[in-house]
Each structure stands twice: as structure tokens, then as C-alpha cells.
């Protein structure tokens, strides 16, 4: 119901204000200033006969309209017929002046024809002119524009690149803006962005060259730079060295002109000169023209890519030093080769630090350091490789004055070389490695040549020679008259000259290691202590151990030893000497050549016994004893006599030894004389022996003692030598005398006549003397004398027997 009563009151309401809104409609029509969609919908609404009740209302707006013009039409007309009066009026008039008017145009045409002629003329000059002022105006704007990009192609031409460069960047910002309208300003805009590309490919192209060409030529330039360090070291440290090697070498060598080849101790040149007529000094800008690598930094910074050369340059570089450290597999066999690898280092850095110095930021000082350090580490790799691969002493010193250049040089770059220096010390444990292996074979070369014989000296110049070379002095031996021999064979000034020799050679490697002397002292003797207890000692050894060498040739090397040992005293003032390093220094080191020669010494007496005691095994070996005879030959046997002829000549040749060396020589000798017979007695193969090969062995026993009474040895106090022999003799006097009684009587007494007899050894022998015998005396039984005799032996047999296992029972 609501709803309903408002319909109500709407429809109402609009009936009521109908008429009202088509006015309002109509006077929006009447106005044309809003749009009539709007309005006409507003009048098209959905109440019903809308649209007949607009058109009656604007059919009665239409003749409202229609009354007003009326009404204005009927108040104008009178004032229209009167002007349509005058217009009349005048109509003639208007034509005689459109003739008068139309007679003087024709009149002015006629006279001005000219005029106009001659002014259209002036027109046309006036606009060529304006024309040719425009076209003059606008040359002047282009002309510096065609000039600018003519001197631009110009300087492509002559590759003047980086002026290029900034020819193309007036163009861009001073005279192309002015003649931007033209065409051809617009084709060059478009061409400038191309001539860049084409600058930095070119120049690109060129540093690639430059790059190529400081990789083959980088040797060369390190070669220079090294030639050029060393010639400035020379002068400041070759001529001290020089001199205080040469004090040293007069110091010893006095007279003698053997080492006078050696007596210039000079740092090696290390590179020759590759043209003997060049003056001129050289450096790496003579050698490498370093243009395109600023002209490509100046281009690549102009053009605002300075980073991206940076980058592309340093990693180049990177490439090429990799290549660069990378040695060839066969460096190690010639000097050539370390030489090549080091120019190729030096050339590198050399280069690197030209960059750094001229340029700014290309490469800095971090990165060099960088670079370096890397290539530091590789460089003492291969060195450490390839170097443990040289054998020759002569090499390794080469190497070892390539690096001291080598450092050197990029030290005066500044870089950083302690490490180098470091790696040398372990170069010289090889170098003196390979040195002790080459003085080896000198040493054995020596032995094998010595003739092992006293030198023998005929006259006052040949002994001053022979003195020249080794520090004898012997104050007896001067008095002799020539001719006269020396004590020492010919190895002895030999060994003492090679061992300057080593000295020396062990010198030339610590030269120039900007070591102290007090260091290269140490050195030296060290290297020198090495070479007496290592090398010349493991030769001595060899050469005592040699078959081919005899009891002659023991006791000269016996004699040697003795005399370089003496001298070693002699090497510590030369070592001493050439550094200028007193020995009384704390410090110093001694030379252990002392113990060495002792070693040797005591080696080859140790031998001499060995060999002598060989020596009487093959005599022992010959004897040739019928140990069935029945009585001796009344004389010593031929082999003993022979034996004792041998040793009594060699004891003879043992004078020059020392005393105590001779006497235990002679006592060992008899001692073991003494035991190999009484082993021959006691030979467990010997099954019979006979009284009268008891005889017959009792006969050449007393020829040993006779020979030990005889003193061949001096020395020795009162029967000590004779006390060798002591068991042999109570043994055999037991036998010869048959006192049995006596001696099973006194065993074990220390008065006993027959201390010295062992019960299994008398038992042992009295077994063999009972078999032989039994089987010799087949009748023996039917003779009473022999019966008692046999019965005695049995007898004693048994005692000793029971003797023999009551020590057995009490052991």
C-alpha cells in the first residue's frame, strides 16, 4: 500500500511540472548551445503521449516565432523601398565612373609596364643576393665542419688515431650541432660512432702486434738489462774479490808457477757481446717502441673504456708470463738454455715496469708485485727441478751466476729477490754435491797413478818443486846430501793441491752472494770439511780395501795419511787467508781432516794385519808335513823358512811407520803364526802324527822364536815378542820331553812348568800320537818297552781324559 500511494504521488507531481519541463526544452532547442541528445531525452521519457504533447507545445512556440517576424518585417519595409530609390538614382552615375575608373587603369597599366619591368628586376637581384648572403652565411657554418672532417680523414690516414680521436669530439660538440639540418651533418653523425670502432679495432690490432713483438724480443731486452746490471756490479766488486783471493794464493804458493792459470778470481761474465763494435747502451725503449700500447691506453681512456683495455692488456700479460715461466724440457743440458729463460724473464718484467713508470693505471705496483710473486714461485720450482738434474760443477756454477744476474738486475727494479738468494744456498749443497763427486774421481785417478814410493829428489831445484807444492819441512831430511827421497809418494802434493783446488772452486760459487766473510768462511770449510771426511776418506777407504794393493804400498799410505794430516793445519791458514777471517775467531770452524786421516790410517794398519796375516796363510798352506816319519830331517822346513824370510823383509820396510804400528803388526803377525800352527797340529782331518813330525814341527817352532828373539821390530822389551810362541813351545816340550807325571802333578798351579797347555789340546795331540803308533808298531806288543809306552799313553790318556771332563762338569 506504501508502495502504491507513492506511484501515486509521483505520476501527480509530474503532471503538474509537465509543462514547465517542455519549456525549458524548448529554450535549449532555441539556444544551440547544449547538445540536443540530452535534451531531447529528456522530453522522449517514458510517460505516455510525451512525445504529442511536445509537438503541440512546439508547434505553438513555432507561430509565436512566426507573429514576431511579421511584425519586424512590416515595421523595415518602408525604409527598403527607399533604398531601393537611391540605388536607382545613382545606378547611372556608377557607370560613368566604372568607364572613367576602368579608362585610367588602362591609362596607369600602359605607363607603369616599365616600372614593373625594372622593379621585378630589382626583386630578383634583391633575392639572389639575399640568396647568396644565406648561402655564404650557412658556407661559413659548414666550411669549418668540412674542414674539421677532412683533417679527421687526414689523420685516419696517417693513423694519428688518439687527434682523431679529438677532432671527432669537436666535431661532435662544437661544429656539428650548427649545421645539424643538413643532410651531410647527418650522414657524418652517423659515420663518427663507425670511425671509433674502426680506431679501436686498429688500435686493438696494433697492441695484439705489440704484445707479439715484446714476447719474441722480450730475451733480447732482458739480455740488455742483465748486461747492463752486471757491467755496473763489476767495477764495485770484482776488483776487491780480485785482490784478496790473489793474497791469498801468494800466501801458499810462493815460487810455484803450477796454479798461476788461477790466479784471477773474476766474476764471470755471463753474456757476450753480440756485437763487439756496439757502444751505444741500449734500454728497452731502444728496443721496443712502446707507441701503441699508450696510443691504445690514450684511445681506449678517451673513448671512455679504460677499464676494458686495462683488463684486456693485464690479462694478456698474464697469458704471455705463463708462457714465458714455462722452461723447456732440456734447459738443464747447457747454459744456453738457463740464460734464455732468465732473459725471457727479465725482458718480461723489464717491460712491466716501463708500463708501470710511464703509464698511469694501466698496471700498478700491486699488480707487478702480484705478477712477480707468482712467478717467483714458479721460477724456484723449475730452478729446484731442473737444477737437481746437473751433474757438471762447471754448469751449476753457470747457473748459479745466471741467478746472482738475474737477481741483481730485477733488483735494481725493485723488486723483491730474497727468496732467490735462499734458493742459491740450496744450489750450493748441490754444487758442492757435484764437486765432491768430480774430486772423487780425481782422488781415485791420483791413488791409481801413485806408485806408492818415497819421492825421490836428485838435486836442490827438484826438492824446492816438489816443497812448491806441499808444506814439508824435516829438519834430518834437509841435511842429507842429494840425491835423497822424500818419505811421501807423488798423491800426497797431488791430494794437497786438489784440495786448494776445491777450496777454490768452492769459493767462486759463494762470490757475489752478498755474504759476509765470516759466512763464506764457514762455508768453505764446511764444503772442505766434507771433502776431507766424506770423499777423500770413502777414497782412501776404497783404495786401502783394493786387492791389488800389498803390505808396501799399506805402509805408504800410512805414511801419506800421516803427512796430510800434518797440513791440514796449512788449509785452515789458506781458507783463513782468502776470507781475511782469523782462526782464533770464535765462530770458526776447524777442519776435521785430523779424524779423517787417523780413520784412514787405522784403516790400512788394520789391513796390513789382515794381509799379513793372509800372507802366512799361504805359506801355512804349502806345508807339507809327513806327519808318519819316523825321526825329523835335522833342519827347519823350507816353507817356515821362506815365511820367516817374508816377514823379516817386510818388518824391514815397516821402519818408516810408527813405532807402535810396527810392533803390533810384528806381534799380531806371530800370534797368528802361532795359532795357525797349533790349529795344524790340532786339525780335527790329521788323525796319526809321529814322534818324529813332532820333532820335525818342534824344529820350525824354535825357528819362529829364534825370528821373534832376532828383534825385527825394535821396541819391543825383553821375550815379549818370544811370549807368541809360549803355547807352541810347553806344548811341545810336554811331548819332547814325555814329562806327564810333572804336568798332571802341577795342573792347576800357577808355578806349573806346563801352565800354558790346555788338558783337551794335550789330550787331542796324544790321541793322534797313540793312533799313529798302534798302527805303525804292529810288533810293538812283543817288545816290552813299547808295551810300557803304549800303557803310559793309555794311562795319561785316560787322566786327561777324566782331566778334560771334570772342567766340562765344573763349566
Not at 512556440?61 to 545613382?90: P, S
Not at 724440457?329 to 738454455?337: A, D, I
Amino acid at each position: 500500500m506504501a508502495r502504491k500511494s507513492k506511484s501515486n504521488m509521483s505520476e501527480q507531481y509530474l503532471e503538474e511540472n509537465k509543462d514547465q519541463i517542455y519549456e525549458n526544452a524548448l529554450a535549449e532547442i532555441q539556444s544551440f548551445e547544449l547538445p540536443l541528445g540530452t535534451t531531447l531525452r529528456s522530453v522522449y521519457d517514458d510517460q505516455p503521449n510525451a512525445h504529442q504533447r511536445f509537438m503541440e507545445k512546439l508547434d505553438t512556440c513555432i507561430r509565436n516565432h512566426d507573429r514576431e517576424i511579421e511584425k519586424m518585417c512590416n515595421f523595415h519595409h518602408q525604409g527598403f523601398v527607399d533604398a531601393i530609390t537611391e540605388l536607382l538614382k545613382v545606378r547611372a552615375d556608377a557607370e560613368k565612373l566604372k568607364v572613367q575608373v576602368t579608362d585610367t587603369n588602362r591609362r596607369l597599366q600602359d605607363a607603369g609596364k616599365e616600372v614593373i619591368a625594372q622593379t621585378e628586376e630589382i626583386i630578383r637581384c634583391r633575392v639572389q643576393q639575399r640568396n647568396i648572403t644565406t648561402v655564404v652565411e650557412k658556407l661559413q657554418l659548414c666550411l669549418p665542419v668540412l674542414e674539421m672532417y677532412s683533417k679527421l680523414k687526414e689523420q685516419m690516414n696517417v693513423k694519428r688515431y688518439y687527434s682523431a680521436l679529438k677532432t671527432m669530439e669537436q666535431l661532435e660538440n662544437l661544429y656539428l650541432p650548427r649545421v645539424s639540418q643538413y643532410r651531410f651533418c647527418q650522414i657524418m653523425m652517423e659515420n663518427l660512432p663507425k670511425l671509433r670502432e674502426e680506431i679501436k679495432e686498429i688500435s686493438m690490432s696494433d697492441l695484439k702486434d705489440f704484445l707479439e713483438s715484446i714476447r719474441k724480443h722480450s730475451d733480447r731486452i732482458g739480455e740488455t738489462a742483465m748486461k747492463q746490471a752486471q757491467q755496473q756490479k763489476t767495477f764495485s766488486t770484482t776488483l776487491p774479490k780480485q785482490n784478496n783471493v790473489n793474497y791469498g794464493r801468494n800466501m801458499h804458493l810462493g815460487r810455484s808457477r803450477i796454479l798461476e792459470s788461477k790466479n784471477e778470481i773474476t766474476l764471470k761474465r755471463t753474456f757476450e757481446e753480440d756485437d763487439e763494435h756496439e757502444e751505444e747502451v741500449l734500454t728497452a725503449q731502444d728496443l721496443v717502441d712502446f707507441s701503441p700500447v699508450y696510443r691504445c691506453l690514450h684511445i681506449y681512456s678517451v673513448l671512455g673504456d679504460g677499464e676494458i683495455f686495462e683488463n684486456y692488456y693485464r690479462k694478456q700479460r698474464r697469458k704471455q708470463a705463463r708462457l714465458v715461466l714455462q722452461p723447456q724440457s732440456s734447459m738443464h743440458e747447457t747454459v744456453e738454455g738457463y740464460r734464455r729463460y732468465f732473459s725471457q724473464i727479465v725482458g718480461f718484467f723489464v717491460v712491466e715496469d716501463h708500463i708501470l713508470h710511464v703509464t698511469q693505471g694501466l698496471v700498478t705496483r700491486t699488480y707487478t708485485d702480484e705478477l712477480w710473486n707468482m712467478a717467483l714461485s714458479k721460477i724456484i720450482a723449475v730452478l729446484r727441478t731442473h737444477s737437481s738434474y746437473c751433474s757438471d760443477p762447471d754448469l751449476v756454477l753457470e747457473l748459479k751466476n745466471l741467478i746472482v744476474v738475474f737477481a741483481d738486475t730485477l733488483q735494481g727494479y725493485g723488486f723483491p729477490v730474497n727468496r732467490l738468494f735462499d734458493l742459491l744456498f740450496e744450489i750450493r749443497d748441490q754444487y758442492n754435491e757435484t764437486l765432491l763427486k768430480k774430486w772423487s774421481g780425481l782422488f781415485r785417478d791420483i791413488f791409481e797413478a801413485d806408485n806408492y814410493s818415497p819421492i825421490p829428489v836428485a838435486n836442490e831445484e827438484e826438492y824446492k818443486i816438489v816443497i812448491s807444492k806441499f808444506p814439508f819441512q824435516d829438519p834430518e831430511l834437509d841435511k842429507q846430501s842429494f840425491p835423497k827421497k822424500l818419505p811421501m809418494s807423488q798423491s800426497v802434493p797431488q791430494i794437497y793441491i786438489q784440495v786448494k783446488e776445491f777450496i777454490y772452486a768452492s769459493l767462486k760459487f759463494s762470490e757475489s752472494l752478498h755474504r759476509s766473510s765470516t759466512e763464506i768462511d764457514d762455508m768453505l770449510r764446511k764444503s772442505t770439511n766434507l771433502l776431507l771426511t766424506r770423499t777423500l776418506s770413502s777414497c782412501l777407504q776404497n783404495l786401502i780395501k783394493k786387492p791389488h794393493i800389498g803390505l808396501t804400498e799399506l805402509v805408504q799410505i800410512i805414511i801419506n795419511t800421516t803427512h796430510l794430516e800434518q797440513a791440514c793445519k796449512y788449509l785452515e791458514d789458506f781458507i783463513s787467508n782468502i776470507t781475511n777471517i782469523s782462526q782464533v775467531t770464535v765462530h770458526t770452524a776447524r777442519l776435521y781432516g785430523l779424524s779423517t786421516f787417523k780413520d784412514a790410517r787405522h784403516a790400512a794398519e788394520g789391513e796390513i794385519y789382515t794381509k799379513l796375516n793372509q800372507k802366512i796363510d799361504e805359506f801355512i798352506q804349502i806345508a807339507d808335513y809327513d806327519w808318519t816319519m819316523s825321526e825329523s830331517d835335522g833342519r827347519a822346513s823350507g816353507y817356515l823358512m821362506d815365511l820367516i824370510n817374508f816377514l823379516r823383509s817386510t818388518f824391514q820396510v815397516f821402519t818408516h811407520l810408527p813405532g807402535k804400528v810396527a810392533q803390533t803388526a810384528c806381534m799380531s803377525a806371530c800370534q797368528h803364526l802361532s795359532t795357525s800352527l797349533m790349529q795344524m797340529l790340532l786339525d780335527s782331518e790329521l788323525k796319526q802324527i809321529s814322534m818324529g813330525a813332532i820333532q820335525q814341527f818342534n824344529l820350525d817352532v824354535i825357528q819362529c822364536e829364534l825370528f821373534a828373539s832376532s828383534e825385527p821390530v825394535p821396541g819391543f822389551q825383553g821375550d815379549t815378542l818370544q811370549l807368541a810362541f809360549i803355547d807352541l813351545r810347553q806344548l811341545l816340550d810336554l811331548f819332547m820331553v814325555w814329562d806327564w807325571s810333572t804336568y798332571l802333578a802341577d795342573y792347576g798351579q800357577a808355578t806349573s812348568k806346563y801352565l800354558r797347555v790346555n788338558p783337551s789340546t794335550a789330550l787331542t795331540l796324544l790321541e793322534k800320537m797313540r793312533d799313529s803308533s798302534k798302527k805303525n808298531n804292529i810288533f810293538a806288543q812283543f817288545r816290552k818297552n813299547d808295551r810300557d809306552k803304549q800303557k803310559l799313553i793309555e794311562t795319561v790318556v785316560k787322566q786327561l781324559r777324566s782331566l778334560v771332563n771334570g772342567m766340562s762338569q765344573h763349566t
